[in-house]
């Protein structure tokens, strides 16, 4: 976990079993941070309408994968205090979320930034246009826009409808008689880590909670 007050950069991990278990085989950092991430997801009804009615009535059938869609910027002019190669940036995003021989299939993915919750998935579409170039053709800037879409397993999906899973942001509003170890048991099993969910929000005296007050608990990578 780090201070929310420090420059946390966008990561996409690349993980090669479906559980996402094991370490990553490779990840993704973006060096200038996206300015809009979107959030997309559908519902699926059955229309129950009766016969010599005018309305109808919507069953839930199941709520379809989400999508999530960022844009980046890779820089390689030098101007934000970074001088890298844009397009071994770009060939790195593509190993990352590309074909992996390996398990003959895209790489699994975990996109995580900042207090987003860790989103599993994979990607579904990308587009990289670049817009500016040295004389001789080098590229010095480009543009990732891509979408992922969810690919969580049943436990995970189970988690995610519950809301209690150590790998989501929690955010609780304190009651009367809370205090931040036990809330750190109910959400991550273990009451020792108020230490730094006190430090991620900036609680200087985290036995003295404030009924009402909103409590950030970033997720824990396994």
């Known amino acids: 976990m780090s201070d929310r007050g420090a420059l946390e950069k966008l990561l996409i991990k ?3 079993n ?27 009804y059955d229309a129950a309408q009766g016969s010599g009615t005018t309305n109808s009535r919507m069953n839930f059938k199941k709520m379809k994968p989400g999508d999530l869609s960022l844009t980046f910027f890779i820089d390689g002019t030098g101007a934000n205090g970074n ?7 770009v060939e790195q995003f593509q190993t990352v979320t590309g074909y992996n021989g390996n398990i003959h299939r895209p790489n699994y993915l975990k996109v995580t930034w900042g207090t987003l919750q860790v989103k599993r998935c994979v990607l579904k579409s990308a ?15 480009a543009v990732i826009t891509a979408t992922f879409t969810d690919n969580s397993d049943d436990q995970t999906r189970v988690a ?17 008689g809370d205090n931040l170890p036990s809330l750190c048991f109910k959400i ?27 409590i950030f608990f970033p997720p824990l990578e396994k």
């Open 18 to 44: 479906a559980d996402y278990s094991g370490t990553p085989v490779s990840q993704f950092e973006s060096f200038v941070n996206p300015n809009e991430i979107t959030l997309a997801y559908e519902m699926e």
């Open 14 to 16: 690349a993980y090669e």
């Open 160 to 176: 995610l409808a519950q809301d209690q899973s150590p790998d989501l942001t929690h955010v609780r509003l304190v009651k009367a």
């Open 83 to 89: 001088l890298i190669d844009v397009q071994e940036q």
């Open 127 to 141: 587009s990289i246009a670049y817009k500016l170039f040295k004389p001789d053709g080098v590229p010095l800037r």
């Open 188 to 214: 991550y099993g273990d009451p020792r880590y108020y230490l730094e969910v006190a430090r991620v929000n900036r609680i200087d005296q985290f036995r003295k909670l404030t009924p009402g007050q909103k």
